[in-house]
């Protein structure tokens, strides 16, 4: 206001001097021509005066006239207009109800909500309220006399709703109508489908939805395969989630065009600004589908257990694709991904087992829980360089990935998210990651080694537990909690380079187990060393052959390690399940315990003659071993070393050896014959039970012991040839049930044959 006086007084200034500089003829206050000598009269103007002041309005504020006139002649020689006030504003009165229609059961009612002015009482708005239709209807005939609205089908269970005037059908209940009804329950409408109402009806048809009804529940129809069409009302206001997921039939969403909130497009439904996918109807047979452009959201379980969709191309106005989206898209092979999506909800993706690559552009933010789970085809996947948080189970179980890239975005890792990843041979974990979360890598059994980074101050629970081809890990220097059993069964992990603080030390359990099966624990430089795909590490002197990474199934083990000798680690080759024959040089001096269990391809073995010692379940679980060649040097075979070797047909066992340990050949169900060298002065413990297909074994009188159930549930053992008098047989220490429930056998004493 302050501004605007301001701005009257230099315009009045103004015009003043601008009048005494110009001038204009005089006139006499008669008209006449004036003076005789013909000179110029020049107005003297008076200073500005205020005329016709008008007081602010509820629309105009306060204003006047600002007028100039001669001091002389009194002409008026200049006039502005000059506002000094804002407007006063409208005082608005209470909303008053105009043009009242009431409802009926039939007809929803109405009225004009309208608010005036108190001060001028202008009308300032003017609003259709609806009054929704009566509940309450007259039934006549099966439908009510006034609306036509028909009875519910007979049997449907229904719940009295809150308000006490109308109802929500709850489900199919004893109605065995595959064509149901929704209509008027006990004189009353029907508001809402409650939530999984007709869930998995898989015999209902058809459905009729009455125009009273407002919401759809939660997976109210959800799993109906034989549902082919529905029509929603336009008095529908609200769809739940997964309302018709899974309607495997479903070709048809229709819905009618005076609906305020949802219209359809090509039978799929859609939020009625057009900015959000609600149902994709996945009875069509379309192989492709394109969300069109507008649509933002790709709703909750949209595409849920659509089989028939083998491709899909989202849009780049699409930024967020929801939770359970495309679950169990099990035809799905491509995904095509708009560079506006922020956000992958849980289990999106989850159980599409036909898809083989993924690339998350670098506009999200956010990937859900298990949002790839059981994609168990999925062998790449890159991930955009904006995601802070790859979610928990992200990636579980996509056990044909096989590599990852995760960008220097992500600080979390979450619990799950590559779990039994069988197939991941290498991840970098870049420096930005500050916790991998519980069981992030769980039995990613093709992991060879992991760099913890300095960033990370947390691994979680069991976060590398059964990564069992793991053999280094680097800790980082900020590391400062490792959970429990993080690195159990981790039995290929040799070597730990800790850069942190924490006291890791060999064979010990604490910190998640990380030195239990370690060699060296250092700070340096690391000591592996690849010859030839055979990982090498020397330790105390000792060289130990840890692992073998290279792919051929037909091995021949190096003749050495640097011109020396060298030892089997234990489990060195345990699960190489495609490993089919094995040499094993005579620079080996020890077959580490289970060294090569699980090898379930493995047929023959050879084993050199500077091997002294066969580890402890060195063979164990080696079901296709049918022959094996054990070297005139060993001395001890140890406990179950040949346990469950299920094709074994015979064993030459040399005069070298002295002990078979306890269960070393329990469960060779084939093993038909042993000649027990005159060396073994001990039987183990059930050294040979459940050989099913034993028949005959001989044992010299070097044996002063044969242990507990040593031949138990031999069944088909008939003969036993002791190279011994039958004193001396009798003489042996015999453990409880050595020999339960053999076969009809004979001995033969002083037995001299081969």
Known sequence: MRKVKIFSALLAILTLLFLVACGSESETPDGGAGNADNSTHVHA???????????????????????????????????????????????????????????????NGSYDSVVYCKVCGDELSRSKIKIARNQSHTMSGGKCSVCDLPESSA??????????????????????????????????????????????????????????????????????????SVVIPDSVTTIGECAFSSCSSLTSITVDENNTAYKSIDGNLYSKDGKTLVQYTIGKTDTSFTIPEGVTTIGEDVFFGCTSLTSVTIGNSVTTIGSYAFFGCTSLTSVTMGNSVTTIGSYAFAYCDSLTRVTIGNSVTTIGDSAFYNCFNLTSVTIGNSVTTIGSEAFYDCDSLTSVVIPDSVTTIGSEAFYDCDSLTSVVIPDSVTTIGSEAFYDCDSLTSVVIPDSVTTIGDRAFEFCDSLTSVTVGNSVTSIGESAFVNCYKLVEVINKSSLNITKGSSSYGHLGYYALEIHSGERKIVNVDDYLFITSGGINYLIAYVGNETDLTLPESYGGEKYQINKYAFSGCDSLTSVTISDSVTTIG???????????????????????????????SLTSVTIGNSVTTIGSVAFFGCTSLTSVVIPDSVTTIGSVAFSSCTSLTSVVIPDSVTTIGFSAFSSCTSLTSVVIPDSVTTIGSSAFYWCTSLTSIKYRGTEDEWSAISKGYDWNYNTGNYTITYNYDGD
Not at 89 to 103: I, L, M, Q
Not at 206 to 225: K, L, N, Q, Y
Not at 596 to 614: A, E, K, N, P, R
């Open 155 to 228: 049997g449907l269970e229904f719940s009295l709703n809150s308000d006490g005037k109308s109802y929500t059908v709850t489900g199919l209940g004893s109605c065995e109508s595959t064509d149901i009804v929704i209509g008027v329950y006990k004189g009353l409408s029907v508001t809402t489908i409650g939530d999984y109402a007709f869930w998995y009806c898989s015999s209902l048809t058809s459905v009729v939805i009455p125009d009273s009804v407002t919401t759809i529940g939660e997976c109210a129809f959800s799993s109906c395969s034989s549902l082919t």
């Open 45 to 107: 103007p008076k200073s500005p005066v205020q005329e016709n002041y008008t007081s602010a309005t509820c629309t105009e504020g306060a204003h006047y006239d600002s007028v100039v006139y001669c001091a002389d002649c009194g002409a008026e020689l200049e006039r502005n207009k000059f506002t000094v006030s804002d407007p006063l504003g409208h005082t608005p009165k209470s909303a008053v109800e105009e043009n009242r229609v009431a409802a009926t059961c039939a007809e």
């Open 593 to 623: 315990d289970s060294a090569f269990s699980s090898c379930t391809s493995l047929t023959s073995v050879t084993i050199g003659d500077s091997v002294t010692t066969i580890g402890e379940e060195a063979f164990i679980g080696c079901s």
